[in-house]
């Protein structure tokens, strides 16, 4: 049965005791809120469709972004651009909100917060993080939650896709700019990426014993890849050239001791050094994939080298220019006004 105690602040804390689950209490204002309460707890639990949401009214969201950051973040590959993320979302207000008391209406008001600092399609990521952090509560933490609120938000509109081409000239400008690069390593990192379509973190993971240059194939363990899938790569003769131009004897790492961050500042100084302001270096693989399909490969082939898993996906990175599609366009039409015409049908009279 349920209890009503007056407290010193001239509020109502009403309890519920019941054998077989666990103690409820509440604080109102009132003590007809609190009757209402327990009567509400109580005939839910005679129904059996008790809920305890004590640790949803008592967890806020800044403890679980912080048990989700020592948990859940370690075990994924993006687990260094995903802690940030999480920092930033527990520096804003919306943090010191319990998760029951998380509501659509609370994010919406976190989702304009940040589109005021930020663009549609980073606002978007951070909502998919804050949705799985709220899953992870709802469904490992036994946290009471009816459902989750950032699924009922209205999701920004993500900036379009990037088209950014690399010219000829300015791929000799860039990499001329890496080779002049105080760490060495730079030049043949950036090199790679360009004529392989790999990105960032596999150039950096790959190992000797997985490249066979007689062959010109490497293997990316499914350890280094997005996917978690194995994957080999052929390798061109030009990639072969950059590879037998690294130093080294050929065992362990290729690019030992290199960080994410690491390439990230040294590709930055050689890329603002080749008056490349609008060029990163997810850019590589922007461009590398385009030119597979200029060089008349298939969705297919193309995909087990990049390791795109649907073509939809793969279509977001392949930007053809417009003028080579026009010339090739030329090149069709006139193959086609070079064949004969048909002779004239002359079994009718």
């Known amino acids: 049965m349920g209890t009503i105690q007056k407290r010193a602040a001239g509020t109502y804390q009403a309890k519920i005791r019941r054998r077989g689950y666990p103690p409820q209490s509440r604080t109102f204002t009132t003590r007809a ?11 839910a639990i005679s129904r059996g469709v008790f809920v305890d949401t004590s640790t949803a009214r008592e967890m806020l969201l800044q403890q679980a972004l912080d048990r989700y950051a020592a948990e859940v973040t370690p075990t994924k590959k993006g687990a260094d651009v995903e ?7 527990a520096r804003d207000p919306v943090a010191r909100y319990s998760l029951a008391t998380l509501t659509p209406a609370v994010i919406a008001a976190w989702r304009d917060r940040r589109l005021v600092a930020v663009s ?5 990521r951070e909502l998919n993080l804050l949705h799985h952090v709220l899953e992870v509560a709802r469904k490992d933490w036994s946290v009471a939650l009816p459902e989750n609120p950032a699924s009922m938000v209205r999701r920004p509109t993500s900036a379009p896709a990037r088209s950014r081409r690399l010219s ?12 002049a690069a105080r760490v060495r390593w730079l030049a043949p990192l950036v090199e790679l990426a360009l004529l392989t379509g790999m990105r960032q973190g596999e150039v950096r993971s790959l190992h000797w014993e997985n490249v066979d ?9 499914a350890a280094a890849t997005k996917t978690t899938r194995t994957r080999g790569v052929p390798l061109s003769t030009q990639a072969c050239t950059v590879l037998e131009s690294i130093p080294g004897d050929r065992t362990g790492p290729i690019f030992p001791g290199v960080t994410r961050n690491a390439v990230k500042l040294a590709f930055d100084r050689a890329r603002r050094r080749a008056g490349l302001a609008d060029f990163r270096f997810h850019d590589t693989r922007h461009e590398a994939t385009t030119r597979f399909f200029e060089m008349g490969l298939s969705d297919s082939e193309v995909m087990s080298i990049t390791g795109h898993q649907t073509t939809a996906m793969l279509k977001r990175y392949t930007h053809l ?10 090149r069709l039409s006139s193959t086609q006004d070079r064949v004969p015409a048909p002779p004239p049908d002359t079994t009718r009279s």
Do not use: H
């Open 33 to 43: 809120d609190a009757q209402r309460w327990i009567t509400e707890q109580e005939a």
């Open 83 to 89: 802690a940030l993320r999480l920092r930033a979302m």
């Open 120 to 124: 549609g399609s980073t606002v978007n």
């Open 168 to 179: 000829p000239e300015e791929q000799t400008t860039l990499l001329d700019a890496c080779r």
């Open 213 to 221: 240059l007689d062959q010109r194939t490497l293997v990316l363990d």
């Open 321 to 330: 220019r417009a003028t080579d599609l026009a010339r090739k366009l030329d």
